[in-house]
């Protein structure tokens, strides 16, 4: 039947230019309907084929130059390229051959001072013979930036014990109380808890290879040993996981975004479960938290959400929809995802796809120049309105003009329909300087956990995603605030089991730096 039908489209598209196949070729409205869908399922399905080979093969970089550089920079070729194709070789033209000498000077690199703070070991090596009377002038100074492993140490706790002469019972021996620890009669102390959280979460070094590092320095730590310190952590540290969460539902501006992860669950022997990290950012505040889900269902959604109230930056998934029509959420949409559509189009419809980059482009350097300069929310709002609102406006008449004259399975139709279906909530990042116009400071959190996946693999249970979503998500608080997040657990570690409950937020990444650094 496809057979068929190419044929009958050959002769069909003959008819045109050979008025003697007009008698000899009959094509149906429904043949032709046909047809064209046949035509747009094969672009769709080329469509797929570019983006598993852009995606095993190809270039991730979503970079995009506009032929109108308005940025200031001039073309280093403009004006010469079109004349420099006129000019015609001539067969008589004379060669001549020019040597000259230049004289290079090389200027010799200036290497950078080694940092200040960090401590200075002074090692002075005198001449082996120094004559008599020899007066010192001056030194040579030459700094190395040198390594020692890990000060790995065993903190030993005496308590002397005291006995009054005459006294007799329980109250006689006087004793110091024994200091909280992170973990109770446990033998591993909040540094060395710090650093194996820190290694795997920051480094991406799972507990195997943590042993091994440990077993070169002929400590005998077993995998399974870090795997139950690391668990007790998670416990102690729950209560203040929770409070993060609380304070980040309370600000009126997040970013919402989730990631697929790989658990183990007796349910799929021999398999592995397919899970979610969902992510909460509040740009505003520098404040992130990961939570785990056991699905990407629009109900985990709504469990994580209830009784948010604010505005919700997301990308088109259709979980997000039932918030579409709340009166208490404010649905915002990512130009970044639109944006890539059209990227990913450029092969398809390289016309097409380079004016609406081209729009993009303008949009983009507006927020460029914000950023730069630091803008107030108030005063990038006002700059939205003389520079990025008119460019939308432009954008969605271009939109709305290619609707109809682009296939709809085809990559620059899938991009038009895209965009024009989540419109409305793009348009509504312009109503607020405080709005960023996509999530990619989001996908830059997510980034550290599609690291940490590559080495570790997989979770071991449904629970063990659950403790690794509140190390990721106070390792994100570390990264927001300028904190180091080694030195951050271990003061946390040590002052949690005595700090006041109804005052956890004051051990938060945001805060600690203020008031314990400060």
């Keep these: 039947m496809l057979v068929h039908l190419i044929d009958k489209l050959y002769l069909y598209t003959m008819k045109t230019s050979n008025t ?46 506009s032929e109108k550089t308005d940025d200031g920079q001039l073309d280093l070729f403009a004006g010469t390229r079109d004349s420099l194709r006129d000019i015609q070789p001539k067969a008589e033209a004379n060669k001549e051959t020019i040597t000259y000498e230049c004289e290079k000077t090389r200027e010799k690199p200036v290497r950078s001072r080694l940092p200040e703070h960090l401590r200075r070991e002074e090692e002075v090596i005198e001449p082996d013979l120094i004559p008599d009377g020899a007066v010192k002038i001056g030194e040579s ?66 507990f195997y290879r943590q042993a091994e590092i440990f077993k070169r320095q002929k400590i005998p730590v077993a995998e399974s040993t870090l795997k139950g310190w690391y668990a007790a952590v998670c416990r102690l540290l729950e209560p203040l996981h929770d ?8 600000r009126d501006y997040l970013q919402v975004d989730e990631s697929p992860i790989p658990v183990l669950t007796s349910d799929k022997p021999g398999a592995t479960h397919k899970g979610y990290m969902w992510v909460f950012h509040a740009p505003v505040e520098g404040m992130a938290c990961f939570r785990y889900g056991k699905s990407r269902s629009g109900d985990v959604a709504a469990g994580f959400l209830d009784g948010y109230r604010g505005a919700l ?85 271009w939109l709305e003009d290619q609707r109809g004259q682009v296939l709809p399975k085809s990559p620059i139709g899938i991009a038009v ?31 550290k956990l599609a690291l940490g996946r590559r080495n570790y693999l997989f979770c071991g249970s449904h629970e063990g995603a659950e403790r690794n979503a509140m190390m ?47």
């Excluded at 918030?323 to 398809?348: G, P, V």
């Design 472 to 518: 990721y998500s106070f390792f994100a608080c570390c990264r927001e605030a300028g904190v180091n997040p080694t030195r951050w657990m271990t003061d946390v570690l040590n002052r949690i089991p005595d700090h006041h409950a109804n005052k956890l937020e004051e051990l938060l990444p945001h805060n600690w730096k203020e008031n314990i650094l400060g």
């Design 313 to 397: 930056q997301t990308d088109a998934y259709a979980g997000y929809d039932q918030y579409k029509d709340a009166e208490h959420i404010t649905l915002l949409a990512c130009m970044a995802h639109s944006r890539r559509k059209f990227e990913h189009a450029k092969e398809n419809s390289p016309s097409r796809s380079r004016q609406a980059l081209d729009l993009f482009a303008k949009l983009y350097r507006v927020e460029k120049r914000a950023r730069e300069e630091k803008m107030p929310f108030e005063e990038r709002h006002r700059l939205r309105e003389q520079q990025s609102i008119p460019v939308m406006e432009e954008l969605k008449r």
């Design 141 to 206: 100074v030459t700094e190395l930036l040198e390594y020692k492993p890990a000060d790995v140490y065993v903190r030993v706790i005496i308590r002397p014990k005291y006995v009054v002469p005459g006294t007799e019972g329980e109250g006689c021996v006087t004793v110091a109380p024994m200091p909280s620890l992170p973990i109770v009669k446990g033998n591993a102390g909040a540094g060395i808890l710090s650093h194996i959280c820190a290694s795997k979460f920051i480094d991406h070094l799972p």
């Design 243 to 250: 409070t993060l969460i609380h304070e980040i539902m309370k």
């Design 20 to 65: 003697e196949l007009n008698d000899q070729v009959v094509i149906s409205r429904g043949e032709y309907n046909e047809l064209l869908s046949i035509k747009s399922d094969c672009e769709y399905l080329r469509f797929q084929l570019s983006e598993l080979k852009r995606m095993l093969y190809g270039v991730r970089s979503e970079r995009f130059r």
């Design 417 to 447: 329909a895209y965009t024009l279906k989540i419109w409305d909530r793009l348009e509504r990042t312009m109503t607020d300087g405080k709005f960023e116009i996509d999530n990619n400071e989001i996908e830059n959190k997510i980034r």
